[in-house]
């Protein structure tokens, strides 16, 4: 016998879109429901993969195909073809995902010169038959036969110029009549033969083209960019034809179970008296609301709105309703889940979890968490009219008003004056650093999502829109053009980092919040998680917004951001540049107040919960002015000036410089081996960390410190390092009279660190994984080099599946991470362990942390919501799929 | 029952070095064989651990040692301070592991007013006991007492000034009564008691002193330094003396039971007449030699020789012993395995074996690798009169004769024109390659072992010193002056490698060779390795080389360096600077042909055996001038000669170079990483490749090429590259009509491929652990700037036990390449594995890649002999440890 290729709608279900494609499986299951559809059947997705490999249908196939198509004659009481009472059919197709507008579809199939009497008689109508018929032959002819559209509509034009007429709609009976035939004269003209009288013969060639559009062009194209495979093959639904435009007691429309647009519960549709779906996707006329037809036809109404109901408690999901009413009978067309905004998202799962519709669990899983980073961010008020200059890349969410300035040194300079600033560069690099964290916003002329300041702009949270190639920056003039507007230095424009677009002039922004819904969702998710979440807190206020976003502990505070600031720059360089350990710790001595007065601030914020401080990190140049920069002021006052008084001092800097660069800073004297070859840096900071400790815990006020020292590879830098400032702390506290529960841990950011995780855990308290530095070790990457240079043509070319500074690489870092995780777990039990790189707010990565057995996260403040989420889902995910 | 803490000589045997020490347990294996050893027993070391942690003896030691002491009299019919017949001992330290001279000793105790007497009697030479009390109270007062020792001999010097006489043996037995009586008030003086006469007191106070010496500064130094635990403890041997300045029939001396300086097999010693051993050491009187023993005493010279060959037998090596002849008798007092020239050593082992004393397997074991390399270098003729202008750090081994030259730049231009050059700088960094390569040596007078021109002249086998900071270099003079010397450019000077002298003009060199021993002890170790040897070559000459050290491949052709060379670099920097794809592949056009006969040389040097050829991996900018240099060049043109021609040429130069720099280039794009975004550079190299392999393939030449792409981190780029590259081979061995057996595989050398190992395994033939990158990406050193930085401080705190880019890292990198090599053979049984950094030649790290079970090592020619016999010796322990 041979395989089942065809499947009337009653034969199938919502769990077939395999098979039947997601239109035929959601056709088969609301057949089986009972909502009115019009009868119909799937020819599957196996026969078209068939058709595809082979060449022609399987065998059986089309006997299938006519014994279903009997039955739906028998159902409807029409014959395909019959000139008395013809069946007329739609033909579309249908895969397993949806690739919108991408193959093809035959409507009003089964007309032919004969039929179209039937329908005549039939309809009363010779109008509205002879519309449908021209409607078929054109759509035969383009998409079956491959003429194009063009030469259709340029018949239909000159019909118009001929009548005096301007609108379709105008022309009559007879000037459809007469455009048919010419529209058949064109098939002929073009083909070299007649157009396919033959109802089943239509049929299948509709069929094979549909088959066919699969591997067209532009599917193709879309398929590669949605990652879907190009194996799956398309199902063919052939379904019966109803009309929306048989008169005033007709219409069509589409409609969402709930406002996919703010989630709130009601019926939210548009559709059209006396119309085609075409014509309400048109736009041509102004559609009604749902509400409208409760007035015309309350019956069919209250019909439409059962079936919603039915629907959405069917599937437990908001649905998006394709429906038509032929002659006052409703018929559902079409039903699928409904696209939604963020907002509406999560008001929908919320509610319908209130409702009893979904569980918790499932309100948690049904929000992208992505979702919730579009409401965390500043946002341009959606009702306002703003005037859009040009249109960059999205890189970092989020709107920001300023004024325009063109260089770094500037924004930093108006920043410290209160000015709100917009940096304007072509590209940034290392040196505008101090004038981008000055700054609103950052727009940049070249550069992509990996480019210098996206990256550092979402490191920070500031909002950003880089390779905006339509502005012209002159930095000469100090303006920046666009077409013919000019922006000058000053001007005020609006960025927003979500969209990409650039706005002249102020727009008004709204403030981001976590709505109620937010909340509650985030609460259940709280309870679904295992995994914690923490915050990378530099500052007292970061440390305030992530405590008020929900994080239950900073789990990283970089302290090299606070050798930055005025007053402390000048200490800062001193420090460097001393010649004699006094030197230096005369320097440090200065710089402690700073720091502590900073940990008093973040514990504060923090009311007790952990506070992981990384000691210093990075190699000591970067906090001295750049080489290169000194080498032009050096060569320039020598050939300039060369009795100036600067030039020996700028040679003396220069040279120190010179010491002090590296071939590979990021491999270079950083991390722990600074704290070993300069013990006093560290112990300075770990006597500011006690000693604003012990301040705040003379006051009773709860306090937990952290120490993590960075970049270990071997057990003995953890095991020197913790010696010396463990003995700085219990001095500290000793002196101070207090008693506080402190930890000492390192980051994991090399490869050896983990590898020897058996040794190093035995040492540590805690471990947080620096995935950046650990993923540029573990692949290779320097990522201020890889991501300018060779990751995009890595992603295009299909060599990497994702930026792995975005997204934790599974197989690499990932196993390393489990391997670190499994050993040190094994020599000590207790060893709390979190991720701070940015991965830590990244959905997959926490799904990747949850389940190698990681004990919390940490992302920057607004993330946090995001990792809750994430977490959640996470855990939820691998209940879910325990078993497989 | 109590412990036992001490030991007859009776008791123990050469197996309880850990209990008893070196020294007792050779004094005890001496005695059992019956060998002629004064009586006497050892303290075990167990009792020295004790009284360091507890501050006293251990219950039942004192105990024991009286009953050993009193076995002893019994057997010398003598007692402990008997006035009489009195009995002298040696109190004398002995550790596990030889400390010479860091502990002390004390000898003739037992003297005391009484004794002395019998002493007299005895021996009816007064002048002899006194001389011996007077020594004995000096070494007590001094080693248990610790008065200074130059106090006695101020004493001493006082009265030889009083009796007009220069010598000590010109003072008579009153006057060293009368000194004898000066020691003991100065010991009263000092320590206000009296000079201890008890002789048991005597003996308990030299114990504890001896114990004590373990922990002096000197000692503990001694033991950071080589590496000994702190916790052994030394044994303490209580020995009865015997004299061998007793008279014309006594005498002592040393001697080998071989010529360790040439390993030829003849009894090698030297002694003296009537002399204690001190005498023999300090060199006052010319020794004599074994041989003229024979004419006075032949019957103790039989004697003795008997004894030499009992103990080499016994002891199956060459042994290094102490003896004393007393009124005829002959005792030996201690014996030891001889250490050795690394030319004798090698001899020694050859010899033995063949006469069958030990195996083959334990001839191979006998040698320390490091000897070879001392063995493969250029020496200065060691009886060459040489005038040594000072001594810097012996950085890469062999001898070099040339002029002094200041600068790279001319180094590189005299050594084109043939001459020989030494390169003498201040420091050497990356620009001055060019010049290094050209030189014979090279000469600093900054940095370690580890500084940039050690590093390279160890990479390249030129010999140089570095660190010499006795020379002054005044570069504006061009000269260099050491002292009164002064070396000017041009002038011929000689430098040592291998010892780190510096020598004014010509020293005549001897040429390095393979001794036929060292041939013979290679091809046993051949016969007992598993592991392959390769090497590193570039150049036909270099590939020459390790044929003929016995290289059974190469394992690491760089292709990069044939980029140099006059005539290629303007296509370089042509194929670089391309801004199309066409521009680019006409510059390779013409490198190909040069790539294609370099690679000719290398087949035909290698007839047949596989050749390993990298791809092209560093960084573009490296052919390119540096950034820094051409900044300094455009700003100086812009200033000083804005109007000039090439100031335009430059400037388009430095922005290419800009772009192309990279923060981290060695993290940056390389390796594959090139390759896959200019495909068109590899497929030439891959071409010239084939184009030679196919050629000499034509002549019936063995030809066996193995492609190596680099730093591949995801299948997916070697997946990507072996497609292109395989079908260029294809097209080219097609085209050529030759069928060529030829591999693909790839360097692993990021921590990334060796974590997804099963993955890339699958598309490799062939693997090579490239553990210089792997070092620097596991560990996160860049190595150019970590061992500048800060490598050296981490060795001095013990922070790491070797520099990991010598010899490597077991635990972390190690522990990478095992699971590498574990999953790689799990998806593909047939993959060859190999190494090809460094490493390759360092005997350690030989043998951890034959237990991690490699296939082959590679390494710089010089090093082929040192990797064979490391790779014997490797597969010899583990199959003696096995059960371990």
Redesign the interface.
């Known amino acids: 016998m041979s395989e089942k290729w065809v499947y009337l709608f009653e034969e199938g279900n919502a769990q077939m879109r395999d098979l039947l494609g997601g239109k035929g499986a959601n056709l088969a299951e609301m057949t089986n429901i009972g909502l009115p559809v019009p009868p119909g059947f799937t020819i599957t997705t196996r026969a078209c993969v068939y058709y595809m490999e082979k060449g022609g249908f399987p065998t059986g196939m089309w006997e299938q195909t006519l014994e279903a198509l009997g039955k739906v004659e028998e159902r409807m009481g029409k014959k395909l073809g019959d000139p008395k009472n013809p069946l007329l059919v739609s033909v579309r197709s249908g895969a397993k995902f949806s690739m919108p507008g991408m193959m093809d579809t035959v409507l009003n199939l089964g007309l032919n010169d004969e039929s179209i009497k039937g329908l005549i008689e039939q309809t009363n109508n010779p109008r509205f038959a002879w519309d449908a018929y021209r409607r078929f032959v054109m759509m035969f002819g383009n998409i079956v036969l491959g003429i194009e559209r063009r030469k259709f509509e340029d018949l239909m034009d000159k019909m118009k110029e001929e009548k005096g007429v301007t609108q379709d709609i105008e022309l009559t009976a007879e000037d459809l009549e007469k455009l048919t035939q010419q529209y058949k004269e064109l098939v002929k003209g073009e083909k070299g033969f007649d157009f396919p009288q033959e109802p089943l013969e239509q049929l299948r060639m509709a069929i094979e083209a549909v088959f066919k559009s699969w591997n067209n062009p532009r599917a193709i194209a879309y398929r590669e960019k949605e990652k879907i495979p190009h194996n799956l093959g398309t199902a063919v639904n052939v379904q019966s034809m109803v009309f929306g435009n048989m008169g005033e007691d007709s219409g069509t429309g589409v409609a969402f179970t709930r406002d996919v647009a703010t989630g709130e519960k009601r019926i939210y549709g548009e559709f059209l008296f006396n119309a085609q779906g075409e014509d309400v996707v048109a736009g041509i006329r102004t559609p009604l609301k749902i509400e409208d037809l409760e007035e015309r036809m309350p019956e069919i109404h209250d019909q439409f709105v059962r079936i919603c109901e039915i629907l959405e408690n069917h599937y437990r999901d908001v649905m998006d309703i394709e429906f038509t009413i032929e002659r006052g009978k409703l018929y559902i067309l079409q039903c699928r889940v409904g696209k939604r905004t963020a907002q509406a998202a999560i008001k929908i799962a919320v509610d319908m979890a209130k409702e009893g519709l979904i569980s918790k669990e499932e309100a948690v899983m049904r929000v992208d968490p992505a979702d919730l980073d579009q409401l965390l961010h500043r946002q341009i008020d959606p009702r306002a009219e703003v005037k859009v200059l040009a249109k960059g890349v999205a890189a970092s969410p989020g709107a920001a008003v300023g004024k325009v300035v063109f260089e770094a040194h500037k924004a930093a300079e108006w920043g410290k004056n209160g000015e709100k600033v917009i940096l304007v560069r072509p590209e940034t690099n290392p040196d505008d650093i101090v004038g981008m964290l000055a700054s609103q916003g950052i727009l940049t002329a070249r550069g992509g999502m990996t480019s210098h300041a996206a990256v550092v702009a979402r490191g920070f949270g500031i909002p950003a829109v880089v390779g905006c190639e339509a502005i012209r920056i002159d930095e000469e003039r100090n303006l920046f053009s666009v077409n013919e507007s000019v922006v000058k230095e000053g001007d005020v424009i609006t960025i927003d980092g979500s969209t990409g677009r650039v706005i002249l002039g102020e727009a008004p922004l709204i403030e981001p919040r976590l709505t109620d819904e937010v909340r509650e969702l985030l609460s259940w998710a709280d309870s679904f998680r295992k995994l914690g979440v923490r915050a990378n807190a530099d500052t007292p206020a970061d440390a305030q917004k992530a405590f008020d976003f929900g994080a239950e502990g900073v789990g990283l505070c970089r302290t090299e951001h606070m050798f930055f600031g005025e007053e402390r720059v000048p200490y800062v360089q001193k420090m460097i540049l001393a010649e004699t350990t006094e030197e230096r710790e005369e320097a440090l001595e200065k710089l402690l107040p700073f720091q502590r007065e900073d940990f008093i601030g973040i514990f504060k914020a923090m009311q007790g919960k952990p506070v992981v401080i990384r000691l210093i990190d990075p190699p000591l140049h970067e906090f001295l002015p750049r ?2 920069m000194l ?2 002021e050096v ?2 006052l020598r ?2 000036d060369p009795d100036s008084p600067q030039l020996a001092e700028k040679e003396r800097l220069l040279q120190r410089v010179n010491q002090l660069r ?8 950083r991390g722990c ?1 600074l704290g ?2 300069y013990p006093e840096i560290v112990k300075m900071q770990v006597r500011a960390i006690f000693e604003a400790a012990a301040r705040l815990a003379k006051q009773n006020f709860p306090v937990h410190p952290e120490v993590m020292i960075p ?1 270990v ?2 057990v ?2 953890l095991r ?1 390092l913790r010696s010396i400032l463990e003995e700085v702390a219990k001095e500290v506290l000793e002196r101070e009279g207090v008693d506080i529960e402190y930890h000492f841990g390192t980051m994991i ?4 660190a983990a ?2 995780s058996d ?1 190093i855990a035995k040492e540590a308290d805690f471990y947080s994984f620096g995935t950046n ?1 650990l993923t ?7 990522r ?3 991501e300018g ?2 990751i995009a ?2 992603l295009d ?4 599946p994702h930026n792995p500074f975005e997204v934790l ?1 599974r ?3 990932g ?2 991470m489990k391997m670190c995780v499994d050993d040190a777990r094994k020599v000590n039990p207790n060893i709390v362990i979190g991720i701070c790189g940015e991965h830590g707010g990244e959905p997959e990565s926490v799904k990747l942390c949850h389940e190698i057995g990681l004990d919390y996260v940490s992302c920057s403040p607004m993330r946090v919501p995001i990792a809750r989420l994430a977490a959640a889902q996470a855990n939820l995910k691998t209940e879910v799929f325990e078993d497989k």
Chains 1, 2 share one sequence.
Not at 749 to 752: A, W
Not at 776 to 782: P, R
């Open positions: 080489y290169e080498l032009e060569l320039t050939l300039s590296e071939l590979n800073p990021m491999l270079g004297l081996r070993i070859l970049l590879g071997h003995n830098e020197y950011e090399v490869p050896r590898l020897t040794e530095d540029q070790t573990v692949f290779g990457f320097s201020d080099d890889a240079k060779f043509p890595y070319k299909g060599i990497l690489d197989e690499g870092v196993k390393l």
